[in-house]
């Protein structure tokens, strides 16, 4: 995923709105829209979390490209350019990925080092929502508790049991089902990316594998001819 600034959002996708008015939409009350769903109007793909974090937080909902500046350098076909994004994302996923796995390793470190007592450690409570299934007394919910990197306890209850959620996590689900649009888009482009590595896999000739194989076998017949001299011996 390519992300950009709201200056860059406007130029890529050649929007009505200006940067400005990009920017008003995350400062606008979330009452009666979030702030993902305006983005969206707009096609575009909002990451609160890169918000947040000060870094570019849009990319494209739409196909269209980017607007090319002054010809400087020679051009680049529409082929090469949807490979390099590909590139790009796929960097930008491992990237990510290693960074959530050095932080959890770094976090589970750092529980293992606190001393077993409730208020003095980390303790990890979740919910699990399972599909609604039309149970009168609603969704099943695995709620599960750990501490220290070690295993949960867990219990699985029905929704009916929770009683009303707390406001705090109203909120957070609200704000996970407005981004529900973003993460599809998300996984439908991861899922086209793998498709293409796996087509472009399958369709490499077999005669490097055959070959491959005949230099392996050489080898091991070569190795096997000087052992039974050895033994002649």
């Known amino acids: 995923m390519k992300w950009l600034?709201?200056?860059?959002?406007?130029?890529?996708?050649?929007?009505?709105?200006?940067?400005?008015?990009?920017?008003?939409?995350?400062?606008?009350?979330?009452?009666?829209?979030?702030?993902?769903?305006?983005?969206q109007k707009v096609?575009?793909?909002?990451?609160?979390?890169?918000?947040?974090?000060?870094?570019?937080?849009?990319?494209?909902?739409?196909?269209?490209?980017v607007k090319k500046q002054v010809a400087?350098?020679?051009?680049?076909?529409?082929?090469?350019?949807?490979?390099?994004?590909?590139?790009?994302?796929?960097?930008?996923?491992e990237e990510n990925a290693l960074s959530e796995t050095e932080e959890s390793n770094s976090l589970q470190s750092e529980q293992q080092e606190e001393p077993y007592i409730f208020e003095k450690c980390t303790v990890e409570l979740h919910l699990t929502f399972k599909p609604d299934d039309g149970n009168s007394e609603g969704r099943i919910v695995i709620i599960s508790a750990s501490s220290h990197g070690d295993?949960?306890?867990?219990?699985?209850?029905?929704?009916?049991?929770?009683?009303?959620?707390a406001?705090?996590?109203?909120?957070?689900?609200?704000?996970?089902?407005?981004?529900?649009?973003?993460?599809?888009?998300?996984?439908?482009?991861?899922?086209?990316?793998?498709?293409?590595?796996?087509?472009t896999n399958s369709n490499k000739p077999r005669s490097e594998a055959s070959s491959a194989t005949a230099s392996t076998t050489s080898k091991e017949s070569k190795t096997t001819g000087t052992q039974l001299t050895l033994f002649g011996i």
């Open 43 to 65: 096609r575009l793909l909002f990451d609160r979390a890169r918000w947040l974090a000060k870094k570019p937080y849009l990319a494209l909902l739409s196909p269209a490209k």
């Open 167 to 199: 406001p705090p996590l109203k909120e957070l689900l609200k704000e996970l089902v407005a981004d529900f649009p973003n993460r599809q888009v998300r996984r439908q482009i991861a899922n086209a990316r793998n498709q293409k590595k796996r087509t």
């Open 72 to 93: 400087t350098k020679s051009s680049t076909s529409a082929s090469d350019s949807d490979s390099i994004d590909d590139e790009n994302w796929a960097e930008e996923d």
């Open 151 to 165: 295993f949960p306890v867990s219990e699985k209850i029905r929704e009916s049991s929770l009683g009303e959620l």
């Open 5 to 39: 600034t709201p200056e860059d959002a406007v130029a890529a996708a050649n929007l009505s709105v200006t940067s400005e008015e990009l920017i008003e939409y995350t400062l606008q009350s979330e009452d009666e829209e979030t702030i993902e769903e305006r983005f």
